[in-house]
């Protein structure tokens, strides 16, 4: 049984006239839309196209993923349905297009550095705890590796957005779009001590300081560069050999949620992640864990 049979013949139609596509490349675009379109109508029983929901695209995308397709592959389907939603929305068949926000996989993407939960615990020691700078550098290590949050996140919050009591931070990510997380209780802790005995001294001129919670020694807002020293400067003195900078903390959260067994679309809301496919590749740093748990560990591995 052939699903939105008309829609994908008048929209493989446009594509030879207005598009002068090849037959080898209609071909291809009409092979992607049969499956997709297959799995709209048969296994999500959709039969209307302005029912389709972005959450719809992704099911079908971790399908094809799970099919372990080459990423010219999974980039061409992307772009197939891409193209057929916008059609969509010009024919009038749906108000707008739900594929607009999924990004195109790059070639040859690399798995992030991540550190292990030995190398996070010498980074958070590093800090000496017993100074006005030290305190603050533990406060924004140990908010980063709780929270998850990107380095321009880190710099630009404010000291409302925290709120201790329901231990919950409400961040500002990209798009302007708010998200909730929750902060654990050694990073609250750190940031009370923070807030307690260094920050007062640090926000010299409040005009300057502009409320942000985290400032520089002379009370300005702290910069994207001073948070990369402070993260390089504390996987120095751990010892740490890897290529460290502030967004290896965010995929070492993401990646330790994952590996003690939590939700992905849990990690997803977290990180502040549109896409469920960017979320993905921590499944992927989180398979290379077990497999090299699996052959350290297992007496036939």
């Not at 719809?56 to 094809?64: A, W």
């Not at 030995?118 to 290590?141: F, I, K, M, Q």
Request: hydrophobic fraction near 40%; glycine fraction near 6%.
């Amino acid at each position: 049984m052939s699903f939105f049979e008309r829609e994908r013949e008048q929209y493989l139609y446009f594509l030879k006239l207005e598009k002068g596509l090849s037959d080898h490349s209609l071909q291809s675009y009409d092979n992607d839309l049969r499956r997709y379109l297959a799995y709209i109508g048969r296994d999500l029983g959709l039969r209307d196209l302005s029912g389709i929901t972005l959450d719809h695209i992704e099911k079908f995308l971790s399908l094809l993923l799970s099919m372990n397709l080459a990423v010219s592959t999974i980039s061409r389907n992307i772009s197939s349905l891409r193209g057929f939603h916008q059609f969509a929305v010009m024919e009038r068949w749906a108000p707008a297009n739900p594929a607009e926000l999924i990004d195109l996989p790059r070639k040859g993407r690399h798995l992030p550095e991540v550190l292990d939960q030995v190398e996070v615990a010498a980074l958070l020691e590093t800090p000496d705890r017993s100074n006005l700078l030290g305190r603050r550098d533990a406060a924004v290590l140990e908010l980063m590796y709780a929270t998850g949050l990107r380095a321009g996140e880190t710099v630009a919050l404010q000291t409302d957005q925290l709120m201790p009591d329901l231990q919950l931070l409400k961040i500002i990510g990209k798009g302007n779009k708010e998200r909730m997380v929750p902060v654990g209780r050694k990073a609250l802790e750190a940031i009370s001590d923070y807030l307690g005995n260094s920050r007062p001294l640090m926000a010299k001129i409040p005009t300057i300081s502009q409320n942000r919670l985290f400032l520089s020694y002379r009370g300005k807002p702290l910069s994207r560069m001073s948070l990369w020293h402070i993260v390089t400067g504390a996987a120095r003195d751990a010892g740490i050999q890897k290529a460290i900078h502030p967004h290896t903390l965010r995929h070492s959260f993401a990646t330790h949620l994952l590996e003690g067994g939590a939700d992905l679309r849990a990690v997803q809301e977290m990180l502040g992640h549109v896409s469920i496919m960017t979320t993905e590749i921590y499944t992927h740093i989180d398979r290379t864990f077990l497999e090299e748990v699996h052959r350290s560990y297992h007496p036939r591995a």
